[in-house]
């Protein structure tokens, strides 16, 4: 079994940063790819930003603000989060890859809110 452990969401006014992390254990070999997403209610999960062989994509409402990075000796990804706006306001869920089967973490608040 492989999970995904969020940390580092909270609540903080607009123009703060916040800096997410995601903690993959279990039996892991090797981890493909791994990204963030975030949920809004009524709204569909969507990407934020993916890191896989080097190269990362950001959703265009994030490029210039987030940073996505990975410490493959920790099996963990990073989130990166400056010039927070309201809309950022979300759950972010951590997603990773591991050869064809897909796993999400429990998810992890970030309130924007002044």
């Known amino acids: 079994q492989v999970q995904l452990v969020e940390s580092g969401g909270g609540l903080v006014q607009p123009g703060a940063s916040l800096r997410l992390s995601c903690a993959a254990s279990g039996i892991i070999v090797s981890i493909n790819e791994m990204g963030w997403y975030r949920q809004v209610p009524g709204k569909a999960r969507e990407l934020v930003a993916g890191?896989?062989?080097?190269?990362?994509n950001y959703a265009d409402s994030v490029k210039g603000r987030f940073t996505i990075s990975r410490d493959n000796a920790k099996n963990t990804v990073y989130l990166q989060m400056n010039s927070l706006k309201l809309e950022d306001t979300a759950v972010y869920y951590c997603?990773?890859?591991?050869?064809?089967?897909?796993?999400w973490g429990q998810g992890t608040q970030v309130t924007v809110s002044s």
């Open positions: 890191i896989s062989g080097g190269k990362n």
């Open positions: 997603n990773a890859w591991l050869g064809k089967y897909n796993y």
